[in-house]
């Protein structure tokens, strides 16, 4: 009985043992392929082949390895390069702050325009009247430091936005001007980014002239609409009898700001149709209760290959409702739309949302806005085009 | 009867023995597999779990043996607002997540400035990883990555099939096979080109003079150049043509030399165009045939340590006035013999700039199949000037034109063996450059 005892024991034991051994190796046997599978396709941590490939370039690579936010803005810009679309894209934060400044239409700033060299300096170019130009800066200037901060050299157009910031907040600047070393302490002011300009010229019919009010708009910015009213009643008192609005190399900007400006233009419609993935269509009428002169007055519209997105909004809107010709060359033919999303640390990625048709469901992507006058050459012929076109309508008056 | 009863009580205790037994069994294989599952968890104790992120990173640890991978600083913050601004917003369909990875590390890696630190896609990795054997061919250019992101060919080799196709160099690949290059590099699309000797492969091409992109077909082959070329020109001149840097290159260099050196030439030209380059150790060889003791190359690593290696005094070619030809196809192991006699001043160098490649590469596979390449060294001339940044500029410019080449004629080679024999400097456009 003691040695059946003892028999049943050891066999519970080996048995025990045994099932104890089976169920660790089961686990160990079904374990690396789930490991593998949540290693490549996500799961808990989607970029441990990033974490991954990054370890062996901190440990191996020969040169200075970048800092984790031009690491994550690197990895940011490779992955919107796999969409294969140049308008998805991403700023860092300081040519973001460029960007919202040129679309806002007004910044804090010093007043000047820069630009760089084939050296990679920055060439300073004051306005006149300005707060740089007060100060004493001249035009030719190289931009060497901003508050004591030396730029880098090369220096990119970014390292001057340090320039701009609080109006009323002083900024130094030190420049190279021949070969010599200058500083000014210049006061920030409030500086405007003109989109319209206008004057007034003559359009001839038979043998009589015309005034005529010749409205340009640069870009569509959020000042856009209240500078084109400006423009308009300045105009209206000097009499003209018809309007040319210049699209031409007008590369864009705010959907809003377009609607507005073709709600000046056109009596009510629809200026442009949102088509965006798995929703309904968006209209974008023009606002109402609008009136102005613009909309009963004989127009012509002058564009060309560098009239681009909200520019062909409201060229596509004239051009719909035969409110007015198109005078010059085929449009650039961008249908797309992008909405801009502000990141945490103020860089910005711009996403294409959405594809517009104009109201006559007309796609513009790649083939752009045929005008009614075709007009190559320089500018200055294709504006005379452009009031000869006005003429007939100006006789009819 | 009390039999059967003991029986049957035995019968009922046996049964419920072996089914407590059992039991207990299965307790305990839950147990097993319990503790399995912890102990699974590298660097997980049966008291405390791992964090899902720390089993993933540390797994790549044990299957790389890499000891030292610090916890990553990076959460990812940015990159992930970003690819869920895409997902709810892009017009378009989504590439996968594993393209967004690949794309993502491109760009990654391209913010180290440095265009021969790749990242292979695992698709070509694969290609590469299957051609240990040798057996796969090019089509004899080399290709070289603009800062637009576009692949041109920077040259093609005398002979091989994207010479005789009619390749030029400046031309851009737009597709191989029909397959678009856009987002590739250099190292992936060589990889696309490649394949069995004797069988096809369709490039699509543009050229800076055509308005359209248009296709060529070759065939994959294997050129056999020979190693060395020799001869006299016009009787005085010796001339020396090294087409690469494989291992027997200094040997059957040396014994053309002392061939050539028997006949008293008055110079010696060196002909190190279209020379991609090769092995290190043949490098310093072939410098030793015509450099006394000094200065050859200076190694410097990623640990930050730096090798240099010297000349001995024992060259059958260190008097001889010597003239060395490159142009941009001359790369890598070329650049170092034509930078180090440069520096030293053992000769003179006329033609075009060299290719600027000057540093190591070392391949890592990632867990994804993927292949990681690392410049690990940079190269120095004996004067410290980096090879991999410029290239090597000659003393006296001079440039082959596709005319030139179409034919036949050779203004490089021209000025080489004027210089020679009478000291006249070659004409403009040259302009010394030092």
Not at chain 1, 384 to 392: K, S
Not at chain 2, 36 to 61: E, K, W
């Amino acid at each position: 009985m003691r040695a059946t005892k003892i028999a049943v024991g050891a066999a519970l034991l080996a048995w025990s043992g045994l099932m104890f051994a089976a169920g660790y190796v089961a686990r160990w046997a079904t374990s690396p392929i789930e490991v593998r599978v949540e290693r490549i396709y996500g799961g808990s941590n989607p970029h441990a082949l990033l974490d991954e490939a990054w370890a062996y370039v901190e440990q191996h690579f020969v040169g200075v390895v970048p800092s984790d936010t031009v690491r994550e803005y690197g990895a940011i810009r490779g992955a919107l390069a796999t969409l294969n679309d140049p308008y998805t894209t991403f700023s860092e934060p300081l040519s973001r702050s460029i960007e919202r400044d040129h679309m806002r239409g007004e910044f804090g700033g010093i007043g000047v325009q820069f630009s760089l060299n084939d050296k990679g300096q920055i060439i300073l170019k004051p306005r006149p009247d300005g707060p740089a130009a007060q100060a004493g800066v001249q035009e030719g200037d190289i931009l060497i430091a901003i508050n004591g901060q030396q730029l880098p050299s090369p220096a990119r157009l970014e390292d001057a936005a340090a320039l701009r910031g609080e109006e009323g907040k002083p900024v130094t600047i030190e420049v190279l001007r021949r070969g010599q070393r200058l500083r000014f302490t210049i006061i920030r002011a409030r500086i405007e980014l003109a989109s319209v300009e206008h004057r007034l010229v003559t359009a001839t019919v038979g043998n009589a002239t015309a005034p005529v009010g010749y409205i340009a708009l640069r870009a569509f910015t959020e000042r856009t609409d209240e500078e084109l009213q400006r423009a308009i009643e300045a105009l209206e008192a000097r009499a003209v009898q018809g309007y040319v609005l210049d699209l031409r190399d007008n590369s864009g900007g705010l959907l809003s700001s377009a609607v507005d400006v073709a709600s000046r233009l056109v009596t009510e419609t629809v200026v442009a149709i949102e088509q965006r993935r798995g929703q309904a269509e968006i209209l974008h009428r023009t606002r109402s209760g609008i009136t102005s002169p613009t909309q009963r007055k004989p127009l012509v519209v002058l564009v060309n290959q560098h009239t681009a997105s909200a520019a062909e909004i409201v060229a596509a809107a004239v051009q719909a409702q035969r409110r007015g010709l198109l005078v010059g060359q085929r449009t650039f033919g961008k249908g797309s739309v992008q909405l801009v999303f502000e990141l945490r640390d103020g860089s910005a990625v711009r996403v294409t949302a959405a594809r517009w048709l104009t109201s006559a469901r007309q796609a513009l992507d790649g083939n752009g806005l045929t005008p009614d006058v075709l007009v190559e050459g320089d500018a200055e012929a294709q504006l005379r085009a452009a009031l000869n076109a006005l003429a007939p309508s100006l006789a009819a008056r | 009867m009390e039999d059967a009863q003991t029986r049957m009580s035995n019968a009922i205790r046996n049964t419920a023995l072996s089914l407590l037994g059992m039991f207990i069994g299965a307790i305990i294989f839950v147990m097993g597999l319990t503790v399995g599952m912890v102990l699974s968890r590298p660097g997980a104790t049966l008291f405390g779990s791992a964090s899902p992120f720390a089993f993933s990173t540390l797994t790549s640890d044990t299957r790389h043996g890499s000891t030292t991978q610090p916890e990553s600083p990076l959460d990812y913050a940015l990159i992930e607002d970003v690819l869920s601004r895409l997902r709810e917003q892009w017009y378009g369909e989504l590439p996968s997540r594993e393209k967004l990875t690949d794309g993502a590390i491109k760009g990654m890696v391209s913010a180290l400035g440095d265009p021969y630190t790749q990242y292979v896609e695992p698709r070509f990795a694969k290609i590469l990883n299957e051609d240990i054997s040798g057996t796969f061919e090019g089509i004899g250019a080399t290709l070289k990555q603009t800062p637009g992101g576009s692949i041109q060919i920077v040259r093609t080799l005398p002979g091989t099939p994207a010479e005789k196709a009619g390749i030029l160099p400046g031309d851009i690949i737009e597709a191989v096979d029909g397959q678009s290059v856009m987002g590739l590099n250099t190292t992936e699309v060589a990889a696309m080109v490649r394949g069995p000797r004797g069988t096809q492969v369709r490039l699509t091409l543009r050229r800076a003079d055509q308005p359209k992109p248009f296709d060529v077909v070759l065939t994959r082959a294997r050129i056999t150049i020979p190693l060395v070329e020799s001869r006299m020109i016009d009787g005085e001149i010796a001339y020396l043509r090294l087409f690469d840097f494989s291992q027997p290159a200094s040997r059957q260099l040396e014994r053309d030399l002392r061939e050539l050196l028997s006949k008293k030439p008055k110079g010696l030209i060196l002909d190190l165009r279209d020379n991609p380059g090769g092995l290190l150790s043949q490098a310093r060889e072939v410098g030793d045939l015509f450099l006394d003791a000094g200065v050859f190359i200076i190694e410097r690593d990623y640990k930050g340590n730096e090798k240099v290696s010297r000349t001995t005094n024992r060259g059958i070619g260190q008097d001889i006035p010597l003239v060395v030809l490159v142009n941009g196809g001359s790369a890598s192991a070329s650049e170092i013999v034509a930078g180090a006699i440069q520096d030293r001043q053992r000769g003179t160098l006329i033609g075009e700039r060299t290719f600027g490649k000057g540093s190591v590469q070392s391949p890592q596979t990632l867990s994804n199949g993927a292949q990681l390449r690392i410049t690990i060294e940079r190269w120095f001339t004996p004067n410290n000037r980096s090879i991999q940044d410029e290239g090597v500029v000659p003393d006296f410019i001079v440039v082959n034109t596709p005319d030139d080449q179409q034919k036949k004629r050779d203004p490089q080679l021209d000025a080489a063996v004027e210089y020679l024999k009478t000291g006249k400097a070659p004409e403009a456009p040259s302009t010394p450059s030092r």
